[in-house]
């Protein structure tokens, strides 16, 4: 394991990265090291706990929530979430992805919570995305890279969103990025409580994760949800705290750890 440092320096000396920090485990030995800069300008020297912006992995995060609800019996995954989410109670399907937007059928069955957490619910982008219904997700609902200030607020976002239809039925392809945006607002609406809020109480306080950072809009008054559009947006780490198995928060049932 002594040549770790040599590795991230490697990547550091050719231009890759400004920096790096590694971590190699075998059994009971631990190698962590650092190289190079925490900044662009090598102003400042990386550190084992520097933190990193890591773009989507609030996905598990998000995902880890909607397994706590569905932990404590307030929905299931076969659960149509049309009760929660009923803009997306009667979705229309596009005939065939590259047909026309405006070419559809209805949907042969209810979005499902499962359909939601694995991505297959008919929304989201594919490996094309000149597909005119993933166009849709640019201009209407401003998906793509993170821009906070040009997303509606949550109601406005769904209705949004209810006026764009599915690639392909419930279900049957796997698509990324959007249904991790419409689990969390389907958390904000079950649980009665913002997101932000939410996530804070029952995943980073208990995880001690102190120096977490993201981006939400504000909320509508009286709504009690938060900015569906990009959950994963912010950057999430935690120092020095770890949880004794069986940790959890105050309420509610004991929490995985995500890693």
């Avoid at 598990?60 to 076969?78: C, D, F, H, K, Y």
């Avoid at 029952?202 to 009286?222: I, T």
Wanted: aromatic share 6%; net charge negative; proline share 11%.
């Amino acid at each position: 394991m002594s040549s770790l440092r040599d590795i991230l320096e490697t990547y550091v000396s050719n231009g890759s990265v400004p920096g790096a920090v590694g971590l190699i485990a075998r059994g009971d030995r631990v190698e962590v090291q650092a190289a190079g800069s925490a900044e662009a300008d090598g102003t400042s020297p990386m550190a084992r706990d520097s933190i990193f912006r890591i773009a989507s992995i609030t996905k598990p995060v998000t995902a880890a929530a909607v397994m706590m609800l569905v932990e404590e019996g307030r929905i299931a995954l076969e659960d149509p979430v049309g009760p929660w989410l009923p803009e997306l109670a009667s979705p229309a399907v596009v005939r065939t992805p590259a047909g026309p937007a405006g070419d559809v059928i209805p949907a042969v069955r209810p979005i499902t919570v499962a359909d939601l957490l694995t991505f297959r619910a008919g929304y989201g982008f594919p490996s094309d995305f000149s597909l005119p219904a993933v166009g849709l997700l640019y201009s209407e609902l401003k998906q793509g890279p993170p821009q906070p200030q040009l997303v509606a607020a949550p109601d406005e976002w769904m209705a949004a969103l209810s006026r764009i239809p599915l690639l392909h039925q419930p279900g049957d392809a796997w698509l990324y990025n959007t249904c991790s945006d419409i689990q969390g607002v389907l958390i904000a609406r079950v649980s009665g409580r913002p997101l932000p809020e939410f996530l804070a109480e029952r995943l980073f306080e208990p995880l001690g994760m102190a120096e977490r950072r993201g981006h939400h809009l504000a909320q509508p008054a009286g709504t009690g949800r938060t900015d569906p559009a990009r959950p994963d947006a912010g950057l999430l780490a935690a120092r020095g705290k770890r949880l004794k198995p069986g940790t959890g928060p105050a309420r509610g049932p004991p929490l995985s750890v995500i890693e």
